[in-house]
């Protein structure tokens, strides 16, 4: 070879000084990723999440070598819904919502089982509108229970009534007035006719 033939060494990095072609330097990859049961440090936190929801204890670093041991669990709370009235009479199940949720009731007593803390616990019915809306805040300590009486209207255009204690139906005097008055005015038409 002559000198223009021969690869100027500092310009071909695969050739060595002495002008013979050099095999290319074989370049280690790093090693593929593995799929392996282990959990990256993003997906850390979501296995933290679960070991709370599971209550149980994981080992804190490489030198603990405690079994899990599971965690107590604070008892749930409870609401006691005592839905007033019947279906006979009312004919509409209120609906009852507990911190906005809707909770599944019947007329008489339901239990729904909360986490401890406050709550809002409240009830309207829906005819051709709502009506009979009423609300009552609480707040349970694990393991209690708090007594909650709804009492829907006896009108359409009034709010319920909700409390600790059995509560009366609002509007039951206004109906008892507006029946007394139809009753009177019967009376009076026919006092009217036999008299005339």
């Known amino acids: 070879m002559t000198d223009e033939q021969q690869p100027d060494p500092l310009s071909d990095p695969l050739s060595d000084p002495l ?3 050099a095999e290319a330097p074989e370049v280690e990859e790093p090693p593929a990723e593995e799929a392996t049961d282990e959990e990256s440090p993003a997906d850390e936190a979501p296995a933290v999440e679960e070991n709370e929801k599971t209550a149980e204890r994981a080992p804190r670093g490489p ?4 079994e899990r041991q599971p965690l ?13 009235g019947n279906v006979l009479l009312s004919m509409i199940t209120p609906k009852v919502l507990i911190d906005g949720q809707p909770a599944p009731a019947k007329y008489g007593e ?30 349970l300590a694990p393991g209690e229970t ?5 009492a829907t209207p006896v009108l359409t255009f009034l709010p319920g009534a909700m ?3 059995r ?7 206004v109906l008892l007035l507006l029946c007394g008055v139809a009753i009177a005015f019967v009376v009076a038409l026919l006092i009217f006719a036999v008299g005339a």
């Open 19 to 21: 002008g013979e072609p």
């Open 63 to 66: 030198g603990d070598t405690a």
């Open 72 to 84: 107590a669990a604070p008892p749930p709370a409870y609401v006691r819904l005592h839905l007033q």
């Open 110 to 139: 339901n239990l729904f089982p909360v986490a401890p803390g406050p709550h809002v616990v409240s009830a309207h019915a829906q005819w051709m509108w709502q009506y009979g809306q009423a609300e009552q805040p609480v707040s």
């Open 146 to 150: 708090a007594e909650i009486y709804y």
């Open 163 to 165: 409390g600790p204690t």
């Open 167 to 173: 509560q009366k139906h609002p509007g039951m005097m």
